[in-house]
Nanobody, 118 residues
């Protein structure tokens, strides 16, 4: 059974930093691209950042220069370092694992809440 468990969400003041982690079990993610999505109240889930199996990264324009995603395949874990947080970053953040053969989410985490106060 595949499980993705996010951690690191918290309440933080604007300008602060958080580091999210996503630990995968039941699957070895070395060959899978992985990503971070977020969903704010009343809004659709949106891509924040993703990273290929080879380490190539892609970011949403809203977070470029502030967020960094990385992965540790030995630990089967995905990370999201979030700096210079803004109130508009407030959302539930979800970890995702893509299928190996195509860019489609195969597994989702349960989400972790990030709240940025002004």
């Amino acid at each position: 059974q595949v499980q993705l468990v996010e951690s690191g969400g918290n309440l933080v003041q604007a300008g602060g930093s958080l580091r999210l982690s996503c630990a995968a079990s039941g699957i070895f993610v070395r060959l899978n691209a992985m990503g971070w999505y977020r969903q704010a109240p009343g809004k659709q889930r949106e891509l924040v950042a993703d990273i290929s199996s080879g380490g190539n990264t892609n970011y949403a324009d809203a977070v470029k220069g502030r967020f960094t995603t990385s992965r540790d395949n030995a630990k089967n874990t995905l990370y999201l370092q979030m700096n210079s947080l803004k109130p508009e970053d407030t959302a539930v953040y979800y970890c995702a694992v893509y299928r190996v053969t195509r860019r489609e989410v195969a597994y989702w985490g349960q989400g972790t809440q990030v709240t940025v106060s002004s």
